[in-house]
């Protein structure tokens, strides 16, 4: 679980929110370029870790890119709801200095195109403010970033019991952690991809917590996964700072659009 910094003084507003949150490797078995629908747990044309993501998330093949399709509406209950909506549960996290943002949760229309074979880039970019990569639920993940060049530090504290929080425009996403996943799938299961086709694993591997030393500046390493067992290039969420990804993308980074 990521820890929240407590020595940070509780904020009474969330401008800064506004501004932010405004080598070849092995492939998964089964990579038939046939676009199609269907759910994703038994679509046998997905490659099979896709198959994994819920089916709030449609997904098709289109070349050489999978496209998904996400109202990024999360599934499990938040602060960020509205009071009238059944989902809405008050915080009830273990962050003392929690303090509730202004924006609430709204349905978006988010389409990802991310490479089916990831490959290594040849030369990095840094990942932008917003969608850099999604959940296996849909939920969109967020750089390390409040703002541009900006740390998290105060903004951490209004991350709900899930460790999500929307920004103005309503796109509710996770900086760090995502504790529902987690808790249904294990500390090492794999959450969802980044835009560059690499996938994104739990704080855990092989029962041991994953530190910032024991990844590369991007955040991330290749080693032998349950979905990618001829081994893959991955990200891992730690419970420090940058968290989910860290001097930008290894891969050649897709598309995330309206």
């Known amino acids: ?39 994703n747990a038994t679509n ?34 938040s602060a960020y709801f509205q009071t009238s909506d059944s989902r809405y549960q008050a ?21 990802f195109r991310i490479p089916m074979t990831p490959t290594s880039a040849a030369t990095k970019t840094a990942t932008p403010l917003g969608a850099i990569g999604i959940s296996l639920n849909g939920v969109v ?16 504290n209004s991350f709900d019991q899930a460790n999500g929080h929307p920004q103005q425009s309503g796109v509710y996403h996770y900086h760090v952690e995502p504790l529902p996943l987690t808790a249904k799938s294990g500390s090492d299961a794999l959450l969802g ?26 955040h991330g390493h290749t080693a032998v996964t349950k979905e990618y067992p001829g081994g893959i290039y991955h990200y891992h969420i730690t419970g ?7 001097a930008g993308f290894y891969g050649v980074a897709g598309t995330v659009g309206n």
């Open 44 to 77: 046998t044309a997905l490659p099979v870790p896709y198959r994994l993501f819920s089916d709030s998330v449609t997904i098709t093949i289109e070349g050489t890119n999978l496209v998904l399709r996400t109202k990024d509406v999360p599934d499990h209950k």
């Open 1 to 39: 679980m990521t820890r929240l910094p407590q020595r940070f003084a509780r904020l009474t507003l969330f401008a800064a929110l506004l501004v932010a949150c405004s080598s070849s490797t092995t492939s998964p078995t089964n990579t038939d370029t046939t676009t199609t629908t269907g759910s």
């Open 240 to 246: 420090t700072d940058p968290y989910i990804n860290g």
């Open 193 to 218: 991809f980044l835009l560059d086709g690499f996938p994104v694993y739990g704080p855990k591997e092989n029962a041991v917590t994953v530190t910032n030393a024991m990844l590369d500046t991007y």
């Open 91 to 111: 915080y009830n996290g273990t962050n003392p200095l929690f303090n509730i943002n202004p924006n609430r949760i709204a349905s978006q229309s988010m389409t």
């Open 141 to 156: 993940f967020f750089n390390q970033y409040a703002g541009p060049n900006q740390p998290l530090t105060s903004e951490i």
